[in-house]
């Protein structure tokens, strides 16, 4: 007998340009910085989405307690405590553990990157104290204030959600 690959409690998929067709999907972050929301998943509490980042200078340091995978889009950026550049077309790996600091470079005008996080984000100041995170509740939460100030409502973010 042939066996079924019937699969009827899969959750629906999600198909969609990656680059929003309407700005208001990108949700702004922190000074001229915005994240797109691509999948926003509760059950492993990690998560997908576009960073943009339209100023160069040094950003957050944070440390990843599981891994992030990275896709660069546009423009370039390094962390500080390394010597590589992730330049356009690059894919980067960051493991569980890793400490870093993002930088662009004033020659940049703009750089996006697909990041996928599979936990979080843990901000830290110079001293190694914690400062703050983003998880995928505290992004939710962002994108339901956001989606409803802009006109789209909060339930918007549902869309992303699994
Ligand atoms: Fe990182």
Known sequence: MKPSLEASHAIPDFVTQAMPEDDRYWVPQA???WFRPLLLNTVNGE???LLKVA??????RHRHPAPV???VIKGSWRY???????????YVFEPPGEIHTLVVDETEEEMITLFHVCGALVYYDDDNQPIGHDDVHTKIEMCKAHFEEVGLGADAVLQFIR
């Open 55 to 60: 100023r160069s200078g040094v950003f957050t």
């Open 80 to 90: 500080l405590e390394h010597d590589w550049v992730a330049t356009e077309g690059t």
């Open 31 to 33: 000074d001229k910085v």
């Open 69 to 71: 995978h990275g896709y």
């Open 47 to 49: 998560w997908v989405n």
